[in-house]
């Protein structure tokens, strides 16, 4: 009888985990859907768009820079300790640009992103949700797609690429400062090394990535705070669901670009 | 210009939340919706307002079959609809002008500062609030004020319909009556065609033309206050013997002002005889 009963319990498990992802699917198009109407409704979510990309994009300058800033130190002193002796000096400029330029700049930002900015999105929009001030806006006529999450999502699409940006020129300035004081890496040998290595896809593969990992970090909390439900737990649920998901997307979707931009180059 | 439910059932998984419920109001008319806490007295108020959606049945507000209404054609009916929510729901990054000016329906009124700005001050005069309010946070004013803003902000649209979600609950008595009393005075001064959900017998009886009565998932009674009083259905009888001061006046000691029995010049304001 036992084993009849666990195939039936796995069966329901399977069941409703199945209806469940059918379910979030559905509603996760239409809210796309509904963010592409809205874009019509520009009175709307451009006065809101700035004051979020404001936010965004200065409440996360410091803690960005802190950590590419560490990020260009370490691969800098990791150069030094690795190829020290092996491989001429100058390839410590070219590590430090290609790490930071491919990898360590548009990741490091788009995981801390997903973080603060996803936990941020998913927070607030989940207590607006259980405190019914999502169902007050809607009863009033107004779109929540417009008001709340278009202007989000914008905000960090236009904020997090311009953060990258700039977690990328920081982590090199950093490293080339680490690397000159622990290294006696000169300026010209790391130029050197920066140009040798350097190819102009990389920086539209650093832009690209951003892109996509901006839409994950602020689409998924979105979904997910949008959605939110069972009060006080479901929003630390969903908070968690949020920085937990928009992260792995973040890592899922670096390795999805590299194999198609950088895969396809010989 | 009217609400109308047919046979509108409703579930949650295995709970059966209204089951066929029938409910009318008429244009200009005040109907309490009635019944114990958890019965599905918003469920039915989030229908009309086409929040949620019905499994079966149909509603219709203003001639409109809401649940078959468009994007566009739901955000307009919405604008002619004022809701109260239970706690207020009122957008705590804003402060209360700005909850207030947001119910302001019209985009081009909205965005006509010198209107919006006369208007919130007459949202917060009609409902007994002092301009100084308008800076605050909600965070920073009380709960009964909260529903009051709550209140203007509903109004603040001009709507032809009125609903409100347990206007009362969680409030001291003090209170209660406030909000009682500017719930009459609103529909003398603007006669909008409101429904009140509530689980407070006395202050129904005090606002509404006609009671309903949710329980069981149905639609138990519906009638002037002395019909609902008057009736034999042992669910309603339960319902209003948990009211104390109901058993009063079911006793006869008191009776109890009505706006019906205002209407006929039987009654002053204030009650008990």
């Known amino acids: ?266 | 210009m009217s609400i109308e439910l047919k046979q509108v059932s409703k579930r949650f998984v295995d709970n059966v939340v209204l089951d066929g419920v029938d409910f009318y109001v008429a244009e200009g008319e005040t109907v309490a919706l009635l019944g114990p806490s958890g019965v599905g007295k918003s469920v039915l108020l989030k229908h009309i307002i086409g929040l949620i959606k019905p499994d079966s049945g149909e509603v219709w507000v203003d001639g409109q079959l809401v649940p078959m209404l468009g994007r566009k054609e739901l955000a307009a009916l919405r604008s002619r609809i004022g809701y109260v929510f239970q706690n207020g729901a009122l957008f705590d990054s804003m402060d209360v002008f700005e909850n207030i000016r947001l119910g302001i329906t019209d985009e081009k009124l909205y965005g006509d500062k010198e209107y919006c700005i006369e208007r919130v001050r007459e949202c917060l005069r009609l409902v007994n609030l002092s301009e100084d309010v308008g800076r605050k946070y909600p965070s920073e004013i009380s709960g009964g004020m909260r529903k009051r803003v709550g209140i203007a902000r509903a109004i603040a649209g001009k709507p032809v319909y009125l609903l409100y979600d347990e206007p009362t609950s969680g409030l001291d008595p003090v209170n209660a009556d406030v909000i009682d009393s500017l719930i009459e005075r609103l529909q003398q001064e603007i006669g909008v065609t409101s429904v009140v959900v509530t689980h407070d017998v006395r202050g129904s009886f005090r606002v509404a033309d006609r009671i309903a009565l949710l329980a069981q998932a149905k639609i138990r009674a519906v009638g002037t206050a002395e019909e609902i009083i008057a009736s034999k259905d042992p669910v309603v009888q339960q319902f209003l013997e948990r009211d104390l001061e109901m058993a009063v006046i079911q006793a006869g000691r008191l009776t109890f002002d009505t706006p019906a029995r205002r209407r006929s010049g039987e009654f002053g304001v204030g009650g008990a005889g």
């Open chain 1, 1 to 266: 009888m036992r084993p009849f009963t666990a195939a039936l319990d796995l069966r329901r498990y399977v069941g409703r985990w199945s209806l469940r992802s059918a379910s979030h699917a559905g509603r996760f198009f239409f809210m796309l859907l509904d963010l592409g109407r809205g874009i019509a409704e520009w009175r709307v979510w451009v006065p809101r768009t700035i004051d979020q990309t404001m936010s965004v994009g200065y409440g996360s300058l410091f803690i960005v820079l802190l950590v590419s800033g560490f990020a260009g130190a370490v691969t800098s002193l990791q150069a030094g300790y690795q190829f020290t002796g092996q491989l001429p000096l100058y390839v410590a400029g070219g590590i430090i640009v290609e790490s930071m330029i491919l990898e360590l700049g548009p990741v490091l930002t788009g995981l801390i992103l997903a973080g603060r900015i996803g936990a941020r999105y998913a927070a607030e929009l989940g207590s607006m949700r259980v405190t019914e001030q999502i169902d007050a806006l809607e009863s009033l006529g107004r779109s929540p797609v417009t008001h709340l999450l278009l202007p989000r999502i914008l905000a960090g699409v236009i904020a997090i690429p311009v953060l990258v940006v700039m977690a990328n020129a920081f982590g090199i300035g950093v490293g080339y400062i680490t690397a000159q004081s622990s290294l006696g890496l000169t300026y010209a040998d790391f130029e050197f090394g920066a140009r040798y290595f350097f190819r102009p896809l990389d920086l539209w593969y650093s832009l690209a990535k951003s892109y996509a990992f901006a839409a994950a970090v602020t689409i998924i909390p979105c979904y997910i705070g949008f959605n939110t439900q069972q009060g006080a737990e479901g929003v630390g649920r969903a908070t968690t669901q949020a920085v937990v998901a928009s992260s792995v997307t973040v890592l899922m979707l670096d390795t999805i670009l590299t194999k198609l931009i950088l895969g396809t180059v010989k």
